[in-house]
């Protein structure tokens, strides 16, 4: 992982994940539920995130925010 952070760093409540559905590479809006890893795929770009949100492949250089 780029940007390594176990479930439990990224998670207040282990019962929920929210994340800001935006792009870390240029601010684009993500698809759910896409991607080559089940997660969310940057469609401007083509960077893929997993479930978690955590970037996996393409340009993006950070995992989608956690607010």
């Given at each position: 992982l780029r940007d390594p952070q176990h479930d439990e760093q990224r998670t207040q409540n282990p019962k929920w994940l929210v994340v800001i559905g935006v792009c870390t590479h240029l601010g684009c809006v993500p698809v759910a539920n896409a991607g080559e890893f089940g997660g969310y795929y940057c469609?401007?770009?083509g960077s893929h995130y997993?479930?978690?949100?955590?970037i996996r492949k393409?340009?993006?250089p950070l995992n989608l925010e956690v607010p």
């Amino acid at each position: 992982l780029r940007d390594p952070q176990h479930d439990e760093q990224r998670t207040q409540n282990p019962k929920w994940l929210v994340v800001i559905g935006v792009c870390t590479h240029l601010g684009c809006v993500p698809v759910a539920n896409a991607g080559e890893f089940g997660g969310y795929y940057c469609p401007c770009h083509g960077s893929h995130y997993d479930a978690s949100g955590r970037i996996r492949k393409g340009p993006a250089p950070l995992n989608l925010e956690v607010p």
